[in-house]
């Protein structure tokens, strides 16, 4: 594992991701049976622009641990795969499947409201309406994001943009 984060550290550190993939490749050579091992080198190869060898190394780490709480960064990382591959409904099908989200991400699903042609969520609109259209989906998934949020820190509502607990009053 350490070679993998090392992998993810220097992807994100070099201009070049020549090292970073080297490692990645080292690390599943090391630790094959490390779901952890294949979503970095998953991350680390869509990062260089690979997305078909991307997804099949995220796919394995999500065979490999369907239900870690990384898996929703595995499935972050596929839709974002999917998204480069153009497999557009795959790729919001995972979106939805988790609230996992860097700040990319939100930009990879306005586009991807747009590609389908989306206003809201499954709703059509005509291409060429104004791009702003596409920013109410994104809006509704950064709402859901922060209520995941607010439930991960084991607060029970939200209110006006911020975590409370359910005795405080907004």
């Known amino acids: 594992r350490v070679v993998a984060h090392v992998a993810a550290a220097l992807s994100g550190l070099e201009e070049s991701l020549d090292r970073g993939l080297i490692l990645a490749g080292e690390a599943i050579a090391l630790n094959p049976a490390s779901a952890f091992v294949w979503l970095i080198s998953g991350s680390v190869q869509l990062r260089a622009g690979r ?9 394995r780490s999500l065979r490999l641990d369907p239900i870690s709480n990384r898996s929703g960064f595995a499935r972050m990382y596929l ?5 480069q591959q153009q497999r557009f409904d795959e790729a919001l099908a995972l979106f939805r499947t988790t609230a996992q989200r860097l700040p990319l991400s939100h930009a990879v699903l306005a586009s991807l409201h747009g590609h ?22 994104l809006a509704e998934d950064l709402e859901i994001h922060r209520q995941d949020q607010c439930r991960a820190l084991g607060v029970t509502r939200a209110v006006d943009g911020e975590c409370a607990h359910a005795g405080d009053r907004g």
Do not use: C, M
């Not at 839709?79 to 998204?83: H, L, M, N, P, T």
């Open 51 to 59: 997305p078909d060898l991307a997804a099949a190394h995220l796919e």
């Open 116 to 137: 389908l042609g989306h206003e809201f969520w499954g709703e059509p609109r005509r291409r060429g309406e104004a791009v702003a259209n596409v920013l109410v989906p």
């Open 79 to 83: 839709a974002s795969a999917r998204f």
